[in-house]
């Protein structure tokens, strides 16, 4: 059964830091991980999709990485800002299957 | 861009009752998923479906079923609510069940009172 880990569960940093989360996973075989975004109580904002066979995504400030092989994924947050306080989830996907998710981590950007 | 539509936004429920969510997925997507999250949890798949066909079934409870539409919308029907019921309950939906990102929809949060 795949698992999805996430460290750290928690992170409070200053604002203009940059900062990586990590992700891993028990099963290598994956067919995609995908990174969200939640704010509290708010619905799952997609960040980054990765497919198995791509190493790293960008959108503006986050660049997600994927060491296949290994089982994990890092989401890395340049300049961070007060606006990024929320919690970060991975989730991976094998083949025609749903997501299974990580517990997330929970970022707090202090201004 | 259209996104996917879920209703209602916040439902409130008394144990023993039965409740049902709608999910409206972005047009042209063929695939819905939902998915449950509790107070603090991580978001727990229920069901998919794909071209109105059941495809893959994960931790749904008995009490509950869902079906898929002609026009791709979905629901879920959830009868004697429990305590524990209470969530935020997720539908995403993809294009061909394939390579393609899943969107969420804003969700719908549940009380069972």
């Known amino acids: 059964k795949q698992e999805v880990t996430q460290i750290p569960a928690a992170l409070s940093v200053p604002e203009g830091e940059n900062l990586v989360l990590n992700c891993s996973f028990t099963d290598s075989a994956i067919y995609n991980l995908q990174w969200f975004r939640q704010d509290p109580g708010k619905g799952l904002t997609s960040l980054l999709l990765i497919q198995s066979s791509q190493r790293e995504q960008t959108s503006g400030r986050l660049n997600a990485s994927l060491d296949k092989s290994s089982g994990r994924s890092t989401l890395y947050i340049a300049a961070s800002q007060p606006g990024d306080s929320a919690t970060y989830l991975c989730a991976v996907r094998k083949g025609n299957t749903p997501l299974v998710f990580g517990k997330g981590t929970r970022l707090s950007v202090i201004a | 861009a259209a996104g996917v539509i879920q209703s209602p936004r916040h439902l409130i429920k008394e144990k023993r009752e039965t409740a049902t969510l709608k999910c409206y997925p972005i047009?042209?997507?063929?695939?819905v998923y939902w998915y449950q999250q509790g107070p603090g949890q991580d978001p727990q798949f229920l069901i998919s479906?794909?071209?109105?066909?059941?495809?893959d079934k994960g931790s749904i409870p008995d009490r509950f079923s869902a079906q898929q539409f002609s026009d791709y919308h979905s629901e879920l029907n959830m009868s004697s609510l429990e305590l524990g019921d209470s969530a935020l309950y997720f539908c995403a939906s993809s294009f061909s069940a394939g390579a393609d990102t899943q969107y969420f929809g804003p969700g719908t949060r549940l009380t069972v009172l």
């Open positions: 047009p042209r997507h063929d695939t």
């Open positions: 479906f794909y071209e109105k066909m059941q495809s």
